[in-house]
């Protein structure tokens, strides 16, 4: 294997954990909040259409992050472990509601979530973030 061939092959390896981990970012307005959906690809098919109905029903979503319209909420879930395994909620998936900023809420539900996960499993991400609905 030629010298060229090697380092092209070792960058891809090292390029790889970062290309792996992109996300897309889904948004949405619902009544007088905005919804956040970060669309992690450890997320199963079954999670992301839960996501995608909490973030255009109001109803699902006040069972997910119980909130004020005022207030920020967010959702953490270990991509190891993600939030609903076998069709039931993974215990250590953290939903926080109420807070008074993003980043309370960010930060809130990622200590929770990394505090219930398994020592093993890998660290938590938010998924979700719910907040006031930006004006235009």
């Keep these: 294997m030629s010298l060229r061939a090697i ?13 792996a981990q992109t996300a897309t970012v889904e948004t949405a307005k619902l009544g007088k909040s905005q919804v956040t959906l970060t669309a992690h690809s450890f997320l199963t098919p079954e999670e992301l259409q839960t996501l995608r109905l909490v973030m255009t029903n109001k ?6 992050l119980p ?6 909420s967010a ?15 993974v215990a250590s998936a953290a939903a926080v509601a ?4 993003v980043d309370t ?8 979530c990394d505090k219930a996960r398994a020592k093993a499993s890998e660290p938590c991400v938010v998924v979700l ?5 930006k004006k235009k």
């Design 7 to 19: 380092t092209i092959l070792s960058l891809t390896l090292l390029a790889a954990p970062a290309l």
């Design 59 to 64: 109803q699902a979503l006040s069972v997910f």
């Design 67 to 72: 909130g004020k319209p005022a207030n920020f």
């Design 75 to 89: 959702l953490a879930v270990s991509p190891s472990e993600g939030f609903i395994r076998g069709g039931k909620p």
């Design 98 to 101: 109420d807070l008074p900023d």
């Design 105 to 112: 809420a960010r930060l809130n539900a990622l200590q929770s």
């Design 129 to 133: 973030e719910v907040g006031p609905a």
